[in-house]
């Protein structure tokens, strides 16, 4: 069991282009989240999947924002003509079917628009 | 909507004293709290997991506490240490969403 991991850990991009993370959940575990966090807040969610499904997605995830578990193991959110607004934290986390309280995080992936 | 909030926003206490994070949440039918530690930059890191059926939890120095009528949770950290140091965060448990506090946190001054 390696953890949650994220990729990039950093991206630094022009406004108007698009960017793509990558999540890798803990095996085994079939729900999947995405949170945005800005400086000095607490994480914000944006989505999550159980398997590949995409159950719900928050009023924050704009029409520019598309995230996909096509094999209900990892994800990937993509974020299309990127504002300087959009510059956050992008965090993972997930939780196994045994226990759907508990969540567990990844790195993060720190974006930041010029 | 669940609505989560952490006093202080901020605190700083000299090294082995005891204290108290504060966490309220405006909606009681919670499935259960987490207390997560945040460095900066990085993510986050669970402590302590409270069942909504549950009054405390204890891991170590740590001592969260639940009290869903009132919609309030307490983190108690013992003789504090400055590897201690970091930002500390709630979160509430609600139809399979998560709700954050903006974290409280903590400078332990060696």
């Known amino acids: 069991d390696t953890g949650v991991s994220q990729d990039p850990r950093h991206k630094i991009t022009k406004r108007g282009q698009n960017v793509t993370f990558r999540c890798d959940p803990i095996?085994?575990?079939?729900?999947l989240y995405w949170y945005r966090q800005t400086l000095g807040q607490g994480p914000e969610f944006l989505t999550y999947?159980?398997?590949?499904?995409?159950?719900?997605k928050s009023r924050l995830l704009s029409d520019r924002f598309s995230a996909e578990r096509p094999k209900g193991s990892f994800s990937t959110l993509e974020i299309q003509r990127t504002e300087q607004g959009d510059s956050a934290m992008y965090l993972c986390?997930?939780?196994?079917?045994?226990?759907?309280?508990?969540?567990?995080f990844g790195p993060g992936t720190r974006l930041t628009v010029l | 909507k669940q609505e989560v909030t952490q006093i202080p926003a901020a605190l700083s206490v000299p090294e082995g004293e005891n204290l108290v994070l504060n966490c309220s949440f405006t909606?009681?039918?919670?499935?259960?709290l987490q207390w997560f530690r945040q460095d900066p930059g990085k993510g986050l890191t669970s402590l302590l997991l409270?069942?909504?059926?549950?009054r405390e939890q204890t891991s170590g120095r740590l001592n969260a506490s639940l009290d869903k009528s009132s919609g309030r949770s307490t983190l108690y950290i013992a003789a504090s240490q400055p590897g201690d140091s970091a930002t500390y965060l709630c979160?509430?448990?609600?139809?399979?969403?998560?709700?954050f506090g903006s974290g409280t946190k903590l400078n332990v001054k060696p």
């Open positions: 409270i069942q909504s059926s549950q």
């Open positions: 999947f159980q398997n590949e499904a995409q159950l719900e």
């Open positions: 986390a997930s939780s196994p079917a045994s226990s759907y309280n508990e969540q567990f």
């Open positions: 909606d009681s039918a919670i499935y259960n």
């Open positions: 979160a509430a448990h609600n139809f399979n969403k998560f709700y």
């Open positions: 095996s085994e575990h079939n729900r």
